[in-house]
C-alpha cells in the first residue's frame, strides 16, 4: 500500500523559506515520476511542481524561479525548497506520484493522499 508522509510546514512571514519532504513508501520511488501539490482554503488542488526520475523539473508559473523540487532515491524522500514565500503561498502541500506522461499532471495514486503539511504566509 502506497503512503506519503508529508512534512516541514509552518508560519512564516512573506519572504522567508520553508523546505518540504516527503517520504513515499509502498512503492519504487525512483522510477517515479514525483509531484507536489497544493491545496488553498475553499480551492481545489493544484499541481505545483514534477521531477522525473531523470531529473528534469518543471513548475506551475506562479512558482518558477522562487521554489526548487528535488529528490534523494536512496532515502526514497522528495524534497521542495521555497524561497521568497508570498501569502497566495498558503495551503496545505501533498506529494504523489506522477505520470511518465508529462502532459499529465494529476496524480497516479487519487485516493491514497497522505495527510499533507501546513503551509501559512503572513504578510
Known amino acids: 500500500q502506497v503512503q506519503f508522509v508529508e512534512s516541514g510546514g509552518g508560519l512564516v512571514q512573506a519572504g522567508e523559506s520553508l523546505k518540504l519532504s516527503c517520504k513515499l513508501s509502498g512503492t519504487n520511488f525512483g522510477f517515479n515520476t514525483m509531484n507536489w501539490y497544493r491545496q488553498a482554503p475553499g480551492q481545489q488542488r493544484e499541481w505545483v511542481a514534477r521531477?522525473?526520475?531523470?531529473?528534469?523539473?518543471d513548475y506551475r508559473d506562479a512558482v518558477k524561479d522562487r521554489f526548487t523540487i528535488s529528490r534523494n532515491n536512496a532515502k526514497n524522500t522528495l524534497y521542495h525548497e521555497m524561497n521568497n514565500l508570498k501569502p497566495e503561498d498558503t495551503a496545505v502541500y501533498y506529494c504523489?506520484?506522477?505520470?511518465?506522461?508529462?502532459?499529465?499532471?494529476?496524480?497516479?495514486?487519487?485516493?491514497?493522499w497522505g495527510r499533507g503539511t501546513q503551509v501559512t504566509v503572513s504578510s
Open positions: 521531477i522525473t526520475s531523470s531529473g528534469r523539473t
Open positions: 504523489n506520484v506522477g505520470y511518465g506522461n508529462l502532459a499529465i499532471t494529476s496524480p497516479v495514486f487519487d485516493s491514497s
